[in-house]
C-alpha cells in the first residue's frame, strides 16, 4: 500500500478533531441540529488550517444516512466516498484552475439536477477569490436563490478580493491560525499513534515552524521521521531543518543584555551566521522574544497570551524582572531597526551587530544580581584580569579598556603576530599584512591594503578570528574584537565644501552607513578625501 503522508492521514473526519476553530465547529453543530443551515458559506483565513476539511465535514453532516447529523458516522457509503473525494453528489472545485465565465455558467446548468443520490448537492469552490469578475458576476443570481437541494461552500484565503455582492450573500467564517500549544498537543497525539520518538521541545519546535498550520506542522514532522530514520527526534534536528535559531540563542543574548556583555553578543550573532541561519527570521523571533516579556511582566491574563512551554516562561520571568517596560520597548524598536535595514543592506551581519552593540549598553551597569549570580564589581573584575593574564603570559599588558591606546596596541603588536603563529600560522601570515590604525572600547580596527581583499577576508573567518581574539586577550588582558577592513582607494583633493556636502549626502544614503546613523542616532559632522 502506497505511503500517505501524515497531513492525509490524520486529516480530521469528524468536528471535534479539528483543532482551534472551537468557534466555528459549534456554530455549524448548532445550525445541522436547529435545521438552520444556510444555502453558501465562506470560510476564509490562511493556509493549512482547516477550511477544506471543514467545508468536507459539513457536506458530511448532511448527506450522512444517519443525517443531517452533527456527528456523521464515517462508515456509510456516502460518507467514505466524501472522505475519498469520490461522491458524485459533493464536488471539489479549484478556482484557480476553473475560473472563468464558461465553467461559472456549466456549474449554473448543473445544480438545477437532484443528486444522483444524497440529499444535498454540495458545491466546495477552494480560492473562490481567484474567479473572475464576470464569473462571481455569472454566479450571483443562482447563489442568491439557489435550488433547496444545493449547498455551496467557498474557501478562501484572500476574502477581500472576494466581491462584496458575493461576501453578502454567504454566511462568514473567520478561521484562525492554530495556537502554538494547540499545535503541540496535536502533534503529540498523532507521534503517540504513530510511535514516533520526538523530544517534547522538538514537538513545540515544529509547532512554532508551523506558523499556526496544522498541515504545515505535519509536513515538517514527516520531514523530520525521514531525517532521524528511526532515532528520536530533537529540538537541534528541528532548527536544522528549518534554518530557524533555538531558543537557547534568545535566552543567552538576553543575559548579554542585562550584563552588557557585548563580545558575548557579537559572537553569538557570529555563530547564528556561521550556521546559516535567516537573519531576518531572528530578528522577528526576538521580538516575539521581548513582546513575551511583556506579557509576563503585565501578568493575569497576559501569561497566557504567551505560547511556551512552563519551563520557558518560568525563565523569561526571570529575564523580564530585570527589564522595565521602557527598556523593552527599546530593544524591539531596536531589533525592528534592524530587521527593516537587514532588507536593503548588502552586509548580512553589520545591521544587526551594530543592534546588538547598542542593546548591550541599555543598561549603564550590569544589575547587582543576574539571574542569581553575584556580579562581581569594577575593582575585582580588574584584579582577576590581571592575575588570569600574569598566569597565561609571561609579558602581558594589562590595563582597563579605556586606557588602551592605539600606541600600546601598536608597541604590542609583534606579540599579537607571535602569539597567534604559535596557535595557527596561516592566521600570521593573513594578520601581518594588517596595521592597526584605531582602538575604540573593545575594537581593534585593522587596514589591508585594497589589493590585499582576500587576507581581510580570511581574518574574519570564524575559525581565525577566534585565534587572533584570543591573542589579544592574552597580550592586552581584555576581551577584544578585531574589526579589519580595507584601506580606502587614493582620491583627489576636493575642490569645494559644496563637494563634501554632496558626498555626505550620498553616504547617507548608503545602506549601512544609514544603518548606523539611525541605529545610534548619529549624523555626518565632516567628510574629508584623503590626501596623496
Known sequence: ???????????????????????????????????????????????????????????????????????????CSSCEEITDSASLDVLEIDGASNRGIDEIRSLRENVKFAPSRDRFKVYIIDEVHMLTKEAFNALLKTLEEPPE?????FATTAPHKVLPTILSRCQRFDFHRIGVLNLTERLKFIAKEERLKVEERALFAIARGGEGSMRDALSIL???VSF?????????????????????????????????????????????????????????????????????????EGVELVDLPEESIKRLKGEAAHFSYEEIDKVIATVSLAEEALRRSQSGRI??????????????????????EKAPSPESREETGAAEVKAETASPVPGPENTLSLEKVRENWPQVLEQVKEKKISAEAFLKEGKPVKVSERIVTVAFP?????????????????????????????????????????????ESTDKEDELAGRLREEPIIKTALDTFGGKIVQVKKKEG
Not at 29 to 52: C, D, E, M, Q, W
Request: contains cysteine.
Open 228 to 300: 532521524s530514520a528511526g532515532e528520536k527526534i530533537v529540538e537541534e534536528e528541528v532548527n536544522t531543518i528549518l534554518g530557524m535559531v533555538g531558543e537557547k540563542h534568545f535566552f543567552d543574548l538576553t543575559k548579554a543584555i542585562i550584563k552588557g556583555d557585548t563580545l558575548s553578543a557579537i559572537r553569538l550573532v557570529d555563530a547564528i551566521i556561521s550556521e546559516g541561519k535567516d537573519l531576518r527570521l531572528f530578528c522577528a523571533n526576538l521580538i516575539e522574544h521581548f513582546r513575551n516579556m511583556i506579557m509576563l511582566k503585565v501578568g493575569g
Open 222 to 224: 514527516d520531514q523530520l
Open 450 to 494: 585594497a589589493e590585499l581583499g582576500f587576507h581581510k577576508e580570511s581574518v574574519e573567518r570564524n575559525e581565525i578570528r577566534q585565534i587572533i581574539e584570543e591573542a589579544l586577550k592574552e597580550v592586552f588582558a581584555h576581551d577584544l574584537m578585531i574589526h579589519p577592513i580595507l584601506k580606502e582607494a587614493k582620491a583627489s583633493q576636493p
Open 1 to 75: 500500500m502506497a505511503y500517505i503522508v501524515l497531513a492525509r492521514k490524520w486529516r480530521p473526519q469528524t468536528f471535534e478533531e479539528v483543532v482551534g476553530q472551537e468557534h466555528i465547529t459549534r456554530t455549524l453543530r448548532n445550525a445541522i441540529l436547529s435545521k438552520r443551515v444556510a444555502h453558501a458559506y465562506i470560510f476564509s483565513g490562511p493556509r493549512g488550517i482547516g477550511k477544506t476539511t471543514t467545508a468536507r465535514l459539513l457536506a458530511k453532516a448532511l448527506n450522512c444516512v444517519k443525517g443531517p447529523t452533527a456527528k456523521p458516522c464515517n462508515q
Open 351 to 372: 545591521p544587526l551587530e551594530l543592534a546588538v552593540i547598542k542593546l548591550t549598553r541599555l543598561k549603564p551597569a550590569p544589575n547587582s544580581t543576574e539571574l542569581g
Open 149 to 153: 437541494h444545493v449547498k455551496f461552500i
